[in-house]
């Protein structure tokens, strides 16, 4: 086939139009809540945003991202599309570390920097925010790390496995694209 182009047009639409698919996935009633915890839900709001950083690179993920949790501030929920915010930043700078690597190390990258990053914010925002006492928060950590490593992994895990499924001729081959290629723009 052919070289590949890599427009900052195409990388702005094809972020743009996966930011829209996360805030339609905010919007829709796909919340399933965390057993032993149910105030936290499982959405699938971050698989866009994974493919986005898959297809796009780190930057076009993060205007990705932005769109999609518009639609939680949006709602009137400003802390929680704060946590948004930060649980899917935190994922996408783990994965970008190691992601010419192989995806199974970036994956472990982005979920050890996942709940780490939500830890510590958890630890500072929830008293912050909703008033929570520590002796309340701490006891909560634990089972806050185990549902960002759920949420994390299935967010990489389906995004990785629609990015693999994409024709060659729809992709903008972030994963694939020698380093040495410079974005060009688009002729019009």
Known sequence: MGEH???VSRMIAVSSAL???AAVFEALPFDVPFPPYPRITFDP????????????????????TL????MIFYRGNIFGGIFKIIAELSTL????????????????????????IMTVANYFLLP???????????????????FNLIQGALN?????????????????????????????????
Do not use: D, E
Not at 45 to 60: A, C, D, K, N, Y
Not at 97 to 114: E, H
Not at 140 to 145: E, M, R, W
């Open 67 to 70: 769109i999609g949790a518009s």
């Open 156 to 188: 990489i895990g389906i995004a990785y496995v629609i990015y693999v499924r994409i024709p060659p001729t729809l992709k903008i081959a972030y994963l694939h694209r020698p380093q040495s290629k410079k974005l060009v723009r688009a002729k019009v």
């Open 93 to 116: 700078v783990g994965l970008q570390a190691l992601i010419k690597k192989k995806i199974y190390l970036s994956s472990i990258s982005s979920l050890a920097t996942r709940i780490t």
């Open 45 to 64: 709001s971050g698989i866009p945003i994974v493919l986005s950083l898959l297809m796009t690179g780190f930057i076009p993920s993060v205007y990705t």
């Open 128 to 146: 912050l925010f909703y008033g929570l006492p520590l002796k309340i928060v701490v006891p909560l950590l634990p089972l806050i790390a185990i």
């Open 5 to 7: 182009r890599y427009s």
């Open 19 to 21: 930011g829209g698919l």
